[in-house]
């Protein structure tokens, strides 16, 4: 046998080779369903891709779309009152999230649902069910939930719009990026920085090394609590009430016009007031520097208190 027929023969094997390999390795498609009832969790568990979640009119639920190019198997069953949706992989892994799973899940409207990633991206929508979302560095973003929804990351950002009931969104060093949230709202970052424009009538940030950017102004309740970030907050004329504390960061709180509330600011160690809603002016103490400042606008029905240890308190008209 001649070197070039050695040579086309190599060739051969080796496309042949290559060619079995690629199939072998090659993202499998996945176009199935399942019926579901109302009293039956929904449990998805998705490694790495992207994940789109969508509600319909049907009491099934549909997973359509490519596993993971490294899947060991797909598990969509019924256990017990559970419905699992899994893309099994191996215990140890190389490779990037472009090679991750695909995925469009229909659910029904008011479906129990909880998914957990590990960096899988989580995209939802139009549910109104029980709902419980997990990352560790995969973003989450989510329109238009209801059913008391919680949101949680380790590095990745959420990004909601238009959520209802107890709402709570969780990062330990992803931003979170909120508007047209209703009900009652919790947020809570370790080191990420918060943007919200929520309509809420109760605000709950807790927040450590980071800024916050809130816009209130439909909130009847108001409470943040921020260590070694400063924060920007904005309220009505009309509220109930607003505490504000923080260390070792400024707090600014801005009101569309002059509300109606009692002020109780206390400077702290090191802190200082600067008040521009009215002509009062801070009182420092004799001994020790610490500024605080305590004054009545208008029928003082709200009440307003803020607290620091080595920052500033500004108080301002928009």
């Known amino acids: 046998m001649s070197h070039f027929t050695l040579t086309k023969t190599s060739l051969l094997v080796s496309t042949l080779y290559l060619g079995l390999m690629g199939s072998v390795f090659a993202a499998e498609s996945v176009d199935k369903q399942l019926p579901i009832s109302s009293d039956t969790l929904l449990q998805i568990k998705i490694q790495r891709g992207d994940v789109q979640i969508q509600s319909w009119d049907k009491n099934e639920v549909s997973v359509t779309g490519t596993l993971d190019e490294l899947s060991e198997?797909?598990?969509?069953?019924?256990?017990?009152?559970?419905?699992?949706?899994?893309?099994?992989?191996?215990?140890?892994?190389n490779g990037s999230d472009n090679n991750g799973s695909k995925l469009t899940i229909k659910v029904p409207k008011t479906?129990?649902?909880?998914?957990?990633?590990?960096?899988?991206?989580?995209?939802?929508?139009?549910?109104?069910?029980?709902?419980?979302?997990?990352?560790?560095?995969?973003?989450?973003s989510a329109d238009?939930?209801?059913?008391?929804?919680?949101?949680?990351?380790?590095?990745?950002?959420?990004?909601?719009?238009?959520?209802?009931?107890?709402?709570?969104?969780?990062?330990?060093?992803?931003?979170?990026?909120?508007?047209e949230s209703k009900g009652e709202i919790k947020y809570r970052l370790v080191s990420?920085?918060?943007?919200?424009?929520?309509?809420?009538?109760?605000?709950?940030?807790?927040?450590?090394?980071?800024?916050?950017?809130?816009?209130?102004?439909?909130?009847k309740e108001v409470n943040v609590r921020t260590v070694s970030g400063d924060t920007q907050v904005s309220l009505a004329k009309a509220f109930n009430k607003a505490n504000l504390?923080?260390?070792?960061?400024?707090?600014?709180?801005?009101?569309?016009?002059?509300?109606?509330?009692?002020f109780e600011l206390n400077g702290g160690p090191?802190?200082?007031?600067?008040?521009?809603?009215?002509?009062?002016?801070?009182?420092?103490?004799?001994?020790?520097?610490?500024?605080?400042?305590?004054?009545?606008?208008?029928?003082g029905s709200a009440s307003v208190k803020m607290d620091t240890i080595s920052g500033n308190l500004i108080l301002k008209k928009q």
């Open 73 to 93: 198997g797909f598990v969509f069953e019924q256990k017990g009152n559970n419905l699992n949706i899994e893309d099994k992989m191996p215990r140890h892994y």
């Open 111 to 140: 479906v129990k649902l909880n998914a957990d990633t590990i960096s899988a991206n989580l995209q939802i929508s139009q549910t109104q069910g029980e709902l419980e979302l997990n990352t560790v560095s995969g973003n989450i």
């Open 144 to 179: 238009n939930l209801g059913g008391n929804p919680t949101l949680h990351t380790v590095s990745g950002d959420i990004t909601t719009k238009g959520l209802t009931g107890k709402v709570m969104l969780d990062t330990v060093s992803g931003e979170i990026k909120d508007s």
């Open 192 to 219: 990420g920085d918060l943007s919200s424009q929520t309509l809420a009538d109760k605000v709950n940030v807790e927040q450590v090394s980071g800024e916050i950017n809130g816009d209130f102004k439909t909130a």
């Open 245 to 262: 504390e923080s260390v070792s960061g400024d707090m600014t709180l801005s009101f569309a016009d002059v509300p109606d509330a009692s």
């Open 270 to 299: 090191g802190g200082k007031i600067k008040n521009s809603l009215s002509q009062d002016v801070p009182q420092r103490q004799k001994y020790v520097p610490n500024e605080s400042l305590s004054f009545q606008t208008g029928a």
